[in-house]
């Protein structure tokens, strides 16, 4: 069955720099993509960007450009999310998704979801 | 962007009753819409795509209809492992774009 494990929680500074991971297993990694997601404590979901799991193309959402990188390895079958320069509004779990093929709509529907990762940013 | 609202906030419903969760789309989504539960410590996990499909596993108490701008969820005869958080999501535009989500909890 399809899994995404995440690494685990992280307690950063502010202006520090996190790297959550995303472990796929049970597909083939390069044909899917992979969205980053995250909850702030009592919040909704936020997207944050997109990564392609075949030739690691990415978008991102306009209020984190400058500031995330999405990456995958694909010869361990791992997206990976980078965030810099934290504040602490960027409190929050984090969560990678599989993005859904369905061939309709432009937007991302997602059909698994890793574990989620704590990421604390806090003086 | 396409804004996602959801009522109620908060359903109150007892153990074997129905429970009806409406959301709505501030443009025409088409059917390009899903529902997702989330519980406590857990990431989400679909429930319905396309407004009216049920995702793999997704026991046939869970439907979904609508299309456009208004959807609804029902929830047939709540078990006591539906107690969750349901957020509906717009994939119709770029990126998508998720409500706030309806907190289903015991009455």
């Known amino acids: 069955q399809v899994q995404l494990v995440q690494s685990g929680g992280e307690v950063k500074k502010p202006g520090a720099s996190v790297k959550v991971s995303c472990k796929a297993s049970?597909?083939?990694?390069?044909?899917?993509?992979i969205s980053w997601v995250r909850q702030a404590p009592g919040q909704g979901l936020e997207w944050m960007g997109w990564v392609s799991g075949y030739n690691g193309n990415t978008n991102y959402a306009e209020k984190l450009q400058g500031r995330v990188t999405m990456t995958t390895d694909t010869s361990t079958s791992t997206a990976y999310m980078e965030l810099r320069s934290l504040r602490s509004d960027d409190t929050a779990v984090y969560y990678c998704?599989?993005?859904?093929?369905?061939?309709?709509?432009?937007?991302?529907?997602?059909?698994?979801w890793g574990q989620g990762t704590l990421v604390t940013v806090s003086s | 962007e396409i804004v996602m609202t959801q009522s109620p906030a908060t359903l109150s419903v007892s153990p074997g009753e129905r429970a009806t969760l409406s959301c709505r789309a501030s443009?025409?989504?088409?059917?390009?819409l899903a529902w997702y539960q989330q519980k406590p410590g857990q990431g989400p996990r679909l429930l319905i795509y396309?407004?009216?499909t049920r995702a793999t596993g997704i026991p046939a108490r869970f439907s979904g209809s609508g299309s456009g701008t208004e959807f609804t969820l029902t929830i047939s005869s709540l078990q006591s492992e539906d107690f969750a958080v349901y957020y509906c999501q717009q994939y119709n535009n770029w990126p998508g774009t998720f409500g706030p989500g309806t907190k289903v909890d015991i009455k």
């Open positions: 443009q025409s989504v088409s059917t390009n």
């Open positions: 396309g407004a009216s």
């Open positions: 998704a599989r993005v859904a093929s369905l061939g309709a709509g432009t937007g991302y529907c997602y059909d698994s």
């Open positions: 049970g597909y083939t990694f390069t044909t899917y993509g």
